[in-house]
């Protein structure tokens, strides 16, 4: 399971579960929005407003904002929604959350609070005097982090290292093209003459960032008609001018090359051969890329098969 994943930031963004599942409304409450029919009411994020309050002292301040107020309200609402979403999924795939992980999540989360936020056990406990949140209020709410871990995990369980490799050599994730570092002179299209003439000059000897001063790119005036590092692969740069620049040796000039930009004068001044990457060098980042995919795919997934209104 992947219980490091438990910081008082993911917290702050992933927070309750549990108010969706223990909430029981002996009186008509404020609805919020519904999620397939299940309603999400005000004390529901009100209790998400404690939690936040307990690891971010700092907040309570904030709150008297009304702008802030409006954007917490938002944001934590949607977020109570993928909770929802999740109970849901996982009533549905009849998978249940382990009760020692979830012991094991508070513990964790008690000693980071003592660790980062409170100067010790008392200080602490009055704190959640004051905001009226005892153990079991607080496992209810973490228990949103243990779900939606138990969720992920059962969505990432056929991620396999052969699979991961697979997925990134059919996407070129571990292919580097080709690069070189360009530098240009640019005339207008009718000033296919002028851009000969700053060619004699160059093969005359006059330095290029001399000549680069007639250039219409903004460039040539800041930078000496130096436009950066540029990938053979890539689709931003103009067609023409790409292939140009690659078929010139480091150092090279060309002869004015035509784009719909005008006449370019390019010189080539590095080169780096493509090459693949190790798979084993790049699997952990290749990983976390993939995962994150793969979780917000499902979650869009989640949102667009729902039925979900909001009320504010």
Same mark, same amino acid.
């Given at each position: 399971?992947?219980?490091?994943?438990i910081?008082?930031?993911?917290?702050?963004?992933?927070?309750?579960?549990?108010?969706?599942?223990?909430t029981?409304?002996?009186?008509?409450?404020e609805?919020?929005?519904?999620?397939?029919?299940?309603?999400?009411?005000?004390?529901?994020?009100?209790?998400?407003?404690?939690?936040?309050?307990?690891?971010?002292?700092?907040v309570?301040a904030?709150l008297?904002?009304?702008?802030?107020?409006?954007?917490?309200e $938002?944001?934590? +609402? /949607?977020? &109570?929604? %993928?909770?929802? *979403?999740?109970?849901?999924e996982? =009533?549905?795939?009849? @998978?249940? !959350?382990?009760?020692?992980?979830?012991?094991?999540?508070?513990?964790?989360f008690?000693?980071?609070?003592?660790?980062?936020?409170?100067?010790?056990?008392?200080?602490?406990?009055?704190?959640?005097?004051?905001?009226?949140?005892?153990?079991?209020?607080?496992?209810?709410?973490?228990?949103?982090?243990?779900?939606?871990?138990?969720?992920? $995990?059962?969505? +990432? /369980?056929? &991620?396999? %290292?052969?699979? *991961?490799?697979?997925?990134?050599e =059919?996407?070129?994730? @571990?292919? !580097?093209?080709?690069?070189?570092?360009?530098?240009?002179?640019?005339?207008p299209?009718?000033?296919?003459?002028?851009?000969?003439?700053?060619?004699?000059?160059?093969?005359?000897?006059?330095?290029?960032?001399?000549v680069?001063?007639?250039?219409?790119?903004?460039?040539?005036?800041?930078?000496?008609g130096?436009?950066?590092?540029?990938?053979?692969?890539?689709?931003?740069?103009?067609?023409d001018?790409?292939?140009?620049?690659?078929?010139?040796?480091?150092?090279?000039?060309?002869?004015?090359?035509?784009?719909r930009?005008?006449?370019?004068i390019?010189?080539?001044?590095?080169?780096?051969?493509?090459?693949?990457?190790?798979?084993e060098?790049?699997?952990?980042?290749?990983?976390?890329?993939?995962?994150?995919?793969?979780?917000?795919?499902?979650?869009?997934?989640?949102?667009?098969?729902?039925?979900?209104e909001?009320f504010?």
């Amino acid at each position: 399971m992947r219980k490091n994943r438990i910081t008082l930031t993911i917290l702050l963004l992933s927070l309750i579960l549990a108010a969706l599942l223990v909430t029981a409304c002996t009186e008509k409450e404020e609805v919020l929005a519904t999620v397939n029919g299940q309603d999400i009411t005000r004390s529901q994020l009100d209790d998400v407003l404690k939690m936040v309050r307990l690891v971010t002292p700092d907040v309570d301040a904030m709150l008297e904002d009304d702008g802030f107020t409006e954007y917490f309200e $938002d944001t934590f +609402l /949607k977020m &109570l929604v %993928d909770n929802a *979403l999740i109970a849901m999924e996982l =009533e549905s795939l009849e @998978l249940a !959350v382990d009760p020692e992980e979830l012991e094991e999540v508070y513990q964790t989360f008690r000693g980071q609070l003592l660790d980062e936020l409170y100067r010790d056990e008392e200080e602490l406990n009055e704190r959640l005097q004051e905001l009226n949140l005892e153990a079991g209020a607080i496992k209810g709410l973490l228990f949103g982090e243990v779900a939606a871990n138990t969720l992920f $995990d059962h969505v +990432l /369980k056929d &991620l396999t %290292d052969e699979e *991961l490799q697979k997925y990134a050599e =059919e996407n070129g994730l @571990l292919e !580097v093209a080709s690069s070189v570092v360009v530098y240009h002179i640019l005339f207008p299209e009718g000033e296919k003459d002028e851009a000969l003439a700053a060619l004699e000059r160059l093969d005359g000897g006059e330095d290029f960032s001399v000549v680069a001063k007639l250039s219409e790119c903004p460039s040539g005036k800041n930078s000496g008609g130096g436009l950066g590092k540029m990938y053979e692969n890539d689709p931003n740069w103009d067609a023409d001018f790409r292939a140009a620049a690659f078929g010139l040796a480091v150092g090279e000039v060309s002869e004015p090359v035509k784009t719909r930009f005008g006449w370019h004068i390019i010189l080539v001044t590095e080169r780096e051969e493509g090459y693949t990457k190790v798979f084993e060098e790049e699997k952990e980042g290749l990983r976390f890329e993939r995962e994150q995919m793969m979780i917000d795919d499902f979650f869009n997934d989640l949102w667009t098969k729902a039925e979900i209104e909001f009320f504010i």
